[in-house]
């Protein structure tokens, strides 16, 4: 019964930074593909980056140069570190592994 457990979101003004952080409750952070992804307001959850085991990164169009993903399997963590966030940003995060959601996070961006 793997869990995670995201943490970090917050209020934040435009162009400024969050970084988010996801910890499982047991070692499947080298095993396979983690991913963050998020939910705005009235739409559907989109994928924001992913991260596979040796560490292989992909981004949403949306975020390219702005975020990173990283991951310490070591510490069975991923994080999103999120720069310059516009408040098309604010959503609530959800952190991914397999069939695994985290409960989420909330991040609001001010203008």
């Known amino acids: 019964q793997v869990q995670l457990v995201e943490s970090g979101g917050g209020l934040v003004q435009a162009g400024g930074s969050l970084r988010l952080s996801c910890r499982a409750s047991?070692?499947?952070?080298?095993?396979?593909?983690m991913g963050w992804y998020r939910q705005a307001p009235g739409k559907q959850r989109e994928l924001v980056a992913t991260?596979?085991?040796?560490?292989?990164?992909i981004y949403a169009d949306s975020v390219k140069g702005r975020f990173t993903i990283s991951r310490d399997n070591a510490k069975n963590t991923v994080n999103l570190q999120m720069n310059s966030l516009k408040p098309e940003d604010t959503a609530v995060y959800y952190c991914?592994?397999?069939?695994?959601w985290g409960q989420g996070t909330l991040v609001t961006v001010s203008s």
């Open positions: 991914n592994y397999g069939q695994v």
């Open positions: 047991a070692i499947i952070f080298g095993i396979r593909t």
């Open positions: 991260i596979t085991s040796s560490g292989s990164t």
